[in-house]
């Protein structure tokens, strides 16, 4: 299986590095930078979870040709580049499956706008990828990975995208219903993404404090409440998973609270914002999401 990762960034890196440590036919797309030329000119500098450092020598173009005899495109852009990065590529595909692993609502039926739906794959990692230098990215934790035809039934291409992946050592799951895994991950993000960003705290704060318990609680409640009438049966449980995930990376600080203290765009329009705007359609309020998009906003503008 010839596989492309489009976006080379934390997750791209890790994923396409990983693939070819393990001998897979992968080919990093990413735009022209320091880090792309790193790779291209030596190799990728790779840190495993246990701190082991391995030297990947990794294939990385920014000539979007690449992917014209791929059989599997990973999609590892930020969520409000996806059109952007699929109508770049989109001419140069043939039959391939496209799958997208980014957090976020929308990023299958963005990714459905450039290619037939029936290629179109969605799923979750829960993998940890950093981009540390040029050149360099560290697998910050281990996770599980699902995956699944978004919009049509699953197949065997399907168990071998699953299957590559697996052998990476991202082991891979496939699942009959991607929407509610895509949806499960967006409610924990809800609960501890902007919160943590706005407070500035780490996520286990949000479980050790009862003013963050009540955030985590409220805004998960909410997008528990949209996802309902959107039809998708998100686990009854979200806000206990979602306060274990906040235990579970207790130090961490979210993506979100990165991108805001590092004065980077963030994701809100895909998670808080979404829910927002699919409440708004549903006629269900969101208060609580609709406050903390808008100050995420305010914080990115500033
Ligand atoms: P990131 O480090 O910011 O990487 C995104 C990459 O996409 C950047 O390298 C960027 O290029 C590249 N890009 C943007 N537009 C492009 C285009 N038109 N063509 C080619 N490349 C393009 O972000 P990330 O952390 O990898 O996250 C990617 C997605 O995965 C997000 O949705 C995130 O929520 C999700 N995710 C991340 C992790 C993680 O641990 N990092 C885990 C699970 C899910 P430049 O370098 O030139 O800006």
Same mark, same amino acid.
């Given at each position: 299986?010839?596989?492309?990762?489009?976006?080379?960034?934390?997750?791209?890196?890790?994923?396409?590095?990983?693939?070819?440590?393990?001998?897979?036919?992968?080919?990093?797309?990413?735009?022209?930078?320091?880090?792309?030329?790193?790779?291209?000119?030596?190799a990728?500098?790779?840190?495993?979870?246990?701190?082991?450092?391995?030297?990947?020598?990794?294939?990385?173009?920014?000539?979007?040709?690449?992917?014209?005899?791929?059989?599997?495109?990973?999609?590892?852009?930020?969520?409000?580049?996806?059109?952007?990065?699929?109508?770049?590529?989109?001419?140069?595909?043939?039959?391939?499956?496209?799958l997208t692993?980014?957090n976020?609502?929308? +990023? %299958?039926?963005?990714?459905?706008?450039? !290619?037939? $739906?029936? &290629?179109?794959?969605?799923?979750?990692?829960? =993998? *940890? #990828?950093?981009?540390?230098?040029?050149?360099?990215?560290?697998?910050?934790?281990?996770?599980?990975?699902?995956?699944?035809?978004?919009?049509?039934?699953?197949?065997?291409?399907?168990?071998?995208?699953?299957?590559?992946?697996?052998?990476?050592?991202?082991?891979?799951?496939?699942?009959?219903?991607?929407?509610?895994?895509?949806?499960?991950?967006?409610?924990?993000?809800?609960?501890?993404?902007?919160?943590?960003?706005?407070?500035?705290?780490?996520?286990?704060?949000?479980?050790?404090?009862?003013?963050?318990?009540?955030?985590?609680?409220?805004?998960?409640?909410?997008?528990?409440?949209?996802?309902?009438a959107?039809?998708?049966?998100?686990?009854?449980?979200?806000?206990?998973?979602?306060?274990a995930?906040?235990?579970?990376?207790?130090? +961490? %600080?979210?993506?979100?609270?990165?991108? !805001?203290? $590092?004065g &980077?765009?963030?994701e809100?329009?895909?998670? =808080? *914002? #979404?829910?927002?705007?699919?409440?708004?359609?549903?006629?269900?309020?969101?208060?609580?999401?609709?406050?903390?998009?808008?100050l995420?906003?305010?914080?990115?503008?500033?």
């Amino acid at each position: 299986m010839r596989i492309v990762v489009l976006g080379a960034g934390s997750l791209g890196s890790l994923l396409a590095g990983a693939l070819a440590a393990a001998d897979a036919d992968v080919t990093l797309l990413g735009r022209d930078s320091e880090h792309v030329r790193r790779v291209r000119d030596d190799a990728l500098r790779l840190t495993r979870p246990d701190g082991t450092e391995t030297r990947v020598p990794l294939a990385v173009t920014t000539d979007a040709a690449a992917a014209a005899d791929a059989d599997l495109l990973v999609v590892c852009v930020k969520s409000y580049d996806t059109a952007d990065a699929l109508a770049g590529v989109a001419e140069h595909l043939g039959g391939a499956d496209v799958l997208t692993l980014q957090n976020g609502l929308g +990023n %299958a039926e963005t990714v459905a706008d450039y !290619v037939p $739906r029936e &290629r179109v794959l969605a799923g979750t990692t829960t =993998h *940890g #990828a950093v981009r540390e230098a040029p050149g360099h990215v560290r697998h910050a934790g281990r996770g599980d990975t699902t995956i699944g035809r978004y919009f049509a039934p699953n197949d065997a291409r399907v168990d071998a995208a699953a299957d590559a992946l697996s052998a990476a050592g991202i082991e891979t799951t496939v699942t009959d219903d991607p929407e509610v895994a895509v949806w499960t991950k967006v409610l924990v993000n809800a609960g501890i993404n902007a919160a943590t960003a706005l407070a500035r705290v780490p996520n286990g704060a949000l479980v050790e404090s009862e003013a963050g318990e009540r955030v985590l609680r409220r805004a998960v409640e909410e997008g528990v409440e949209v996802a309902r009438a959107e039809g998708v049966a998100v686990p009854s449980d979200a806000v206990e998973r979602t306060r274990a995930v906040a235990e579970r990376t207790a130090s +961490n %600080a979210s993506s979100m609270r990165q991108d !805001v203290e $590092r004065g &980077r765009r963030t994701e809100v329009e895909a998670l =808080h *914002g #979404a829910l927002v705007r699919r409440g708004a359609a549903n006629g269900v309020a969101t208060p609580v999401n609709e406050t903390l998009a808008d100050l995420v906003r305010l914080a990115e503008e500033g």
